[in-house]
């Protein structure tokens, strides 16, 4: 029987997420609730599996895992693409790979969590959740800020970046933005002034990056540009981790001259021993940016129509057509 594994289900919500009978009636499906230790990791447990359907780049798919899986013979992704994967090793091999459309609004998902990030930095919502919880109240608290009259700063004005700015408008929040090919008048049109980087990063009280991870994005928040920022100020990030250069993070929050609002890391699943998890001036969660029930329903249906299709012969939504032949 054909062997189905479903990587990264780290919430353990594949299954509730869909019908898998379809592909249960006909396959041996296993659900992996754990990320891998390393590549070493990934090959032992993946090794005996044909069909392999992955979440989003939470198990890095290079050319040298594709390589060590001789039974693989599809591979899934959900959204459009997977930076993390290697296509072109998969098509080498004649591993067909096909991914997941749509989804509607709970694409709005990741700034809904930006918007979330940015309240829970201003008014100290964490902290007063874990005192309220060990029996005080408002002893030892910050004091917090108000947002409206303050200026936010979205870096990446695309999908995302623009409802961002939406929300923050509705909180009477002044909006800048900046990207490498940002115009004046896609600014205007998403209710921001397009401003230089230099410029947004000195003047925001709070930052928000809204970019896709690339080689002209990895790094592209330095040493120097968080020690542009304003003393206070908050960095909001829901995209991915090495946007930001990690360690002037670290040492800026130490410092206690800004405060990070993190979703993202450069490690993910964050090391135990990490030093942001000791940090203070940090608001984090685990990565939950897209991961509500609109997108799991969305990205698990479509991921096994996509197993069933192959089965049949009929694979739907192939990113790697020159693949098919292996058929």
Same mark, same amino acid.
């Given at each position: ?36 230790? !390393? ?36 591979? =899934? ?38 918007? =979330? ?17 060990? =029996? ?126 993190? !979703? ?64």
């Amino acid at each position: 029987m054909t062997r189905v594994a479903v990587l990264d289900d780290w919430q353990g919500v594949a299954r509730s997420s869909t019908d898998w009978s379809p592909l249960l009636a006909r396959a041996e499906v296993v659900f992996f609730e754990q990320a891998f230790n !390393d590549e070493e990791d990934a090959v032992a447990k993946l090794v005996d599996f044909e069909i392999v359907l992955s979440m989003r780049e939470r198990t890095p798919l290079p050319g040298s895992l594709i390589d060590r899986l001789p039974k693989l013979r599809m591979l =899934g992704i959900t959204g459009s693409y997977n930076a993390s994967l290697d296509t072109a090793a998969c098509t080498a091999r004649e591993v067909v790979v096909c991914n997941t459309v749509g989804g509607g609004y709970s694409q709005a998902a990741t700034a809904e969590l930006a918007l =979330g990030l940015l309240l829970a930095a201003a008014r100290a919502i964490p902290a007063a959740d874990a005192n309220i919880r060990a =029996g005080r109240f408002q002893e030892g608290l910050p004091v917090g800020i108000s947002l409206a009259g303050k200026t936010i700063g979205i870096v990446g004005l695309g999908r995302l970046g623009s409802y961002m700015a939406g929300y923050c408008r509705a909180l009477n929040m002044n909006v800048l933005a900046w990207s490498q090919n940002l115009t004046a008048e896609k600014a205007q049109a998403a209710g921001a002034t397009s401003v230089s980087k230099e410029e947004l990063l000195s003047r925001s009280d709070a930052i928000s990056i809204h970019l896709v991870l690339s080689s002209r994005t990895r790094g592209l928040i330095g040493a120097s540009d968080i020690a542009r920022m304003k003393p206070g100020a908050i960095l909001i990030n829901t995209s991915r981790g090495p946007i930001v250069d990690e360690a002037a993070l670290i040492e800026a929050v130490q410092a206690r001259r800004i405060i990070a609002a993190l !979703d993202v890391f450069d490690r993910e699943p964050l090391p135990p021993n990490h030093p942001l998890r000791n940090a203070p001036n940090t608001v984090m969660t685990p990565h939950l940016g897209y991961g509500v029930q609109e997108t799991w329903t969305a990205f698990y249906r479509q991921s096994m129509e996509n197993a069933v299709a192959f089965l049949d012969g009929k694979p739907l939504r192939v990113t790697n057509t020159e693949a098919i032949q292996a058929i």
